[in-house]
């Protein structure tokens, strides 16, 4: 179903601590959905890998244990939660496929309670400073992930997914008009205080620049506390079309940040900014080339 242009959307997105026992997150995450949506909020998001703590800093064998299919746990107990509450949620899982085959993902979980839609994170980051998410991941291989709810069409990629504007491009010419990014990004102890400065404001500088190059709104909840050498650095955020942030998170503490979308803004930054408009598609072939000198 798609949204009226004058739709208002309540969402809410969940910054949390990652702490080592899944229940307690899981128990914790369902707490805080069924107050977003006491609220107002219809649409929820949790930040990625939220039932367990950041694992991919560490090359551990035993982590796969975390893992679980569509149907697991995560599935299971927040179903009842959108069921009771009345609110679609988007669930970041660490899924299991088969034996062997891992995926970052995420499920949406309709007000009824069932599956609505299902993404697998396309971009896994692999560095240095404990990213090293390709030791557990298989890339994603769904594509593109843009869904209707019964307020509004919406987008959902995960955490490094966000560096790369052609995801945010082809979600919007798909209709998207809220994109979701659930997230885990934070300083590593062996970065000085100015380089994880300018990292945290190049991360937030790359959501509102996709909501304004689109014309939509972005909202993008992202862990905080301490784990093993990486402070998560929180700052979750709603941003308007216009690129302006309308709410923002502590660097560490556990919020629930809400926000009323007026969707009659996106018409109003596409007439002024016709980014979409103005498109040389005929140009743009050189993107199908991982590097053309």
Known sequence: MKSSKNASVPIAVIQAKGHSDPDKNLDA?????????????????LQELFRSPYFPQYGDQ????YAEPLDGPTAQALA????????WIIAPIFEKRSRGLYYNSAIVLNDKGKLAAHYRKLHLPQDAHSFSEKYYFAPGDLGYCVFDTPWARVGLMICWDQWYPEGARIMALQGAEILFYPTAIGWHDSEPKDVAKDQREAWMTMH????IANGVFVAAPNRCGKEGDLTFWGSSMIIEPSGRIVREGSLDKEQILSWVCDLSKIEHQRHGWPFLRDRRVDT???LLHRFKA
């Open 208 to 211: 509102r620049s996709h909501a």
């Open 29 to 45: 995450a369902a707490g805080s959905i069924r107050k977003a949506a006491q609220d107002g909020a219809k649409i929820i998001a």
């Open 62 to 65: 035993s982590a796969f244990d």
């Open 284 to 286: 743009y072939g050189d």
């Open 80 to 87: 009842k939660v959108a069921k009771s509450e009345k609110a």
